[in-house]
């Protein structure tokens, strides 16, 4: 595949299939931990715990859903991908211009305010989260004097330049792991996971004053662990990563997927994660490392893990079905992530 195709394929076929799915009924998976559900709205702020009602059917059905968390900042999200931005006296403040939605996310800044985007902040270096930011930066010149100022840290700004990044770059970077920045009189801290699971740069947000998370790909709220632990380079680091991000001070988290997140939701994938891990364990005591191959039949030992791996999630998988088996995704997601944690467990003893 050519680098163009390899970049857009994906985030294509996703928008045409969104596209030909007919308006409908489905019912949505119940909540994980139990939240109040409200209507979506841009005027009337959540309440912390409060999540968006029918996300599944807003995100199949509407251009975009823009929620009010609080007096300043909002949840924005389509297509499944969620950021937030913070209005302030003077102008915005946009985390993440999200892939092929930068004139969506323009929109809805418009449709609450009129004032000017000053600041852009890459949470971490992935294209499906930062690679709207091109296409927003050519929309806003035709619309405002100055470009705003890109704010990344210096892990990000590194990777992207020894990846060759061909979505713009930070105009400011922050020291890694621990910095902060002042937008107007907020206080956004950045705390980067020196050992990360998702990717080596990936980090939290923390809007002090708003009491507001950010930190895209470090868990779907109202969901179990999404694919890959939501598409995680590494689950190893991951139980750390979730439990630094729920000691932290706020109120809202955006995970960048699912709904809009409080600490019940980090709470609830520590204890996934801690059952999941526990019939990964056993499973792995029970099942004979060859299981499933012919002896008789191979001239390479290379199928021998793989099937290993492969039964012992499907019998952790089986075990968590009676707790988790109604919950978002479940069936999709836990066998892969059911064998990410035999990995771990296979190599950290
Ligand atoms: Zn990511």
């Given at each position: 595949?050519s680098?163009?195709?390899?970049?857009?394929?994906?985030?294509l076929?996703?928008?045409?299939?969104?596209?030909?799915?007919?308006?409908?009924?489905?019912?949505?998976?119940?909540s994980?931990?139990?939240a109040?559900?409200?209507?979506?709205?841009?005027?009337?702020?959540?309440?912390?715990?409060?999540?968006?009602?029918?996300?599944?059917?807003?995100?199949?059905?509407?251009?975009?859903?823009?929620?009010?968390?609080?007096?300043?900042?909002?949840?924005?999200?389509?297509?499944?991908?969620?950021?937030?931005?913070y209005?302030?006296?003077?102008?915005?403040?946009?985390?993440?211009?999200l892939?092929?939605?930068a004139?969506?996310?323009?929109?809805?800044?418009?449709?609450?305010?009129d004032?000017?985007?000053?600041?852009?902040?890459?949470?971490?270096?992935?294209?499906?989260?930062?690679?709207?930011?091109?296409?927003?930066?050519?929309?806003?010149?035709?619309?405002?004097?100055?470009?705003?100022?890109i704010?990344?840290?210096?892990?990000?700004?590194?990777?992207?330049?020894?990846?060759?990044?061909?979505i713009?770059?930070?105009?400011?970077?922050?020291?890694?792991?621990?910095?902060?920045?002042?937008?107007?009189?907020?206080?956004?801290?950045?705390?980067?996971?020196?050992?990360?699971?998702?990717?080596?740069?990936?980090?939290?947000?923390?809007?002090?004053?708003?009491?507001?998370?950010?930190?895209?790909?470090l868990?779907?709220?109202?969901?179990?662990?999404?694919?890959?632990f939501?598409?995680?380079?590494?689950?190893?680091?991951?139980?750390?990563?979730l439990k630094?991000?729920?000691?932290?001070?706020?109120d809202?988290f955006?995970g960048?997927?699912?709904?809009?997140?409080?600490?019940?939701?980090?709470?609830?994938?520590?204890?996934?994660?801690?059952?999941?891990?526990?019939?990964?364990g056993?499973a792995?005591?029970?099942?004979?490392?060859?299981?499933g191959?012919?002896?008789e039949?191979?001239?390479?030992?290379?199928?021998?893990?793989p099937?290993?791996?492969?039964e012992i999630?499907?019998?952790?998988?089986?075990?968590l079905?009676?707790?988790?088996?109604?919950?978002?995704?479940?069936?999709?997601?836990?066998?892969?992530?059911?064998?990410?944690i035999?990995?771990y467990?296979?190599?950290?003893?």
């Amino acid at each position: 595949m050519s680098a163009l195709t390899r970049i857009f394929a994906p985030a294509l076929l996703f928008a045409a299939m969104t596209a030909a799915v007919p308006a409908m009924a489905v019912e949505e998976a119940p909540s994980t931990v139990d939240a109040v559900y409200k209507t979506q709205s841009s005027t009337v702020a959540l309440q912390p715990g409060e999540k968006v009602a029918d996300l599944f059917t807003l995100n199949m059905n509407t251009d975009y859903v823009l929620q009010r968390l609080t007096d300043n900042t909002y949840w924005y999200e389509s297509g499944f991908y969620a950021t937030i931005f913070y209005v302030g006296d003077k102008g915005v403040l946009l985390f993440d211009p999200l892939e092929m939605r930068a004139q969506k996310i323009l929109d809805a800044i418009r449709s609450v305010t009129d004032k000017p985007i000053n600041t852009i902040v890459y949470s971490h270096d992935h294209a499906d989260h930062i690679s709207g930011t091109a296409e927003l930066l050519a929309l806003l010149d035709a619309s405002q004097k100055k470009q705003p100022e890109i704010i990344a840290s210096k892990a990000t700004a590194e990777k992207m330049e020894l990846l060759g990044s061909n979505i713009p770059r930070p105009t400011k970077v922050l020291q890694w792991p621990e910095d902060s920045f002042k937008f107007e009189n907020q206080t956004i801290e950045l705390h980067g996971f020196a050992h990360a699971a998702h990717t080596d740069d990936h980090s939290a947000w923390l809007m002090k004053e708003e009491r507001v998370l950010h930190a895209p790909d470090l868990l779907n709220s109202d969901q179990p662990p999404f694919w890959n632990f939501a598409g995680s380079e590494r689950f190893t680091y991951l139980v750390q990563n979730l439990k630094t991000a729920n000691a932290m001070d706020w109120d809202y988290f955006n995970g960048g997927h699912g709904n809009v997140g409080s600490h019940e939701d980090f709470n609830f994938h520590l204890q996934f994660i801690a059952d999941l891990e526990a019939a990964v364990g056993k499973a792995m005591g029970q099942v004979p490392f060859g299981f499933g191959v012919d002896m008789e039949k191979i001239n390479a030992h290379t199928v021998m893990l793989p099937a290993w791996f492969d039964e012992i999630a499907r019998i952790a998988t089986d075990e968590l079905r009676p707790k988790y088996g109604e919950y978002y995704g479940f069936e999709t997601a836990t066998p892969t992530n059911a064998q990410m944690i035999a990995e771990y467990l296979y190599s950290y003893r």
